[in-house]
């Protein structure tokens, strides 16, 4: 494979003694910080960085306000290092640092980067999921978790002027596979033939307005899902929707507002698609977005919806 994931992103911020609040509370490392940036590392190493807008040399933002400015993706190798640099050098905002990282513009504006992966594999234990043929969970309960730790950034996700055109860009030039789409609307594009269901996803909404939706953090599991939801809940921090899950690519999602800008959405449990994967059609709409979800969120301290009154102490079936 060619390109491996995401390897760092960088958000141009209003505020960053919130995000550094924020950040530290989704479950991430700060491993630098200086007065105007914070970098912050996922289990796999995987970089989350916040810069004052005001720092030098941060790429143009695709709108205006906190958002993302920059995505850098990790690639196997220097050869290919090497070989996409004679592609992107013939395309809009060719940089080359001479230090391994090179990129350009995309479409939509946005400052695209590739450099030698520099994340690391992580080994863990996951709790299996009991099925009627599969009973691979044996006298072991499933984990709770108190809060979530991200292992790595697993997708991001874009409104965009033209969808078509961005996802011609990302296929055409550096291997991207589409997995779904909504025709002429949007595109699930992951970075290789076999991986999980996409690691960008591009948006045309009606207006044509360039923008960032959401950054996504793979998780373990689905229990991790809601103790990282209710952990942020806990926190004071807003949820936009969920917990919930996606019938498109399976994965259950809790998103939350995010200071940084745009949403951010903890996931886990998405499909896994390899070359004999067929890329299907869709109608937007909102059982195509989610099979279920909960609006608001889930309280951390009750353990209920938000604005729901929580137990009294006695058995939940007491009705006298």
Known sequence: MDVLGIDEITYGVDDLATCKKF????????????????VFETMNRCRVIAKTTDFPGLPAGIEDGPTLREV????????????????VKNL????????????????????????????????????????WTDKS???????IYERATPIEVGHVVFFVKDV???EKFYTDNFGFVASDRYPNKGAFLRCAPEGGHHDI??????????????VAFAVRDIH?????????????WETQLGPGRHPISSAYFWYFKS??????????????????????????????FAEWAIDGGLDGHTRRQVGTKGPDGKFLTDKR
């Open 23 to 38: 950040f530290a509370d989704w479950g991430m490392t700060l491993v630098q910080e200086t007065d105007k940036s914070l």
């Open 72 to 87: 850098v993706w990790g690639v196997s190798s220097d050869d290919v290092i090497a070989r996409f640099t004679d592609i």
């Open 92 to 131: 809009p905002g060719y940089v080359n640092d001479n230090a391994g990282r090179i990129g350009c513009t995309d479409p939509n504006g946005l400052a695209v980067r590739f450099q030698k992966t520099r994340k690391i594999d992580v080994e863990m234990e996951v709790a299996g999921m009991n099925t």
């Open 137 to 143: 969970r044996r006298n072991q309960r499933s984990p």
């Open 164 to 166: 078509n055109a961005v």
């Open 201 to 214: 996803f591009l948006l045309q909404p009606p207006h044509g307005k360039p923008g960032l939706n959401h």
């Open 224 to 236: 991790e899902v809601f103790g990282g939801g209710m952990a942020m809940s806990r926190l004071g």
């Open 259 to 288: 200071p940084a800008g745009g949403l951010i959405e903890y996931y886990a449990d998405d499909d896994y698609l390899d070359a004999e994967w067929e890329a299907r059609e869709f109608e937007p709409g909102p059982t195509v």
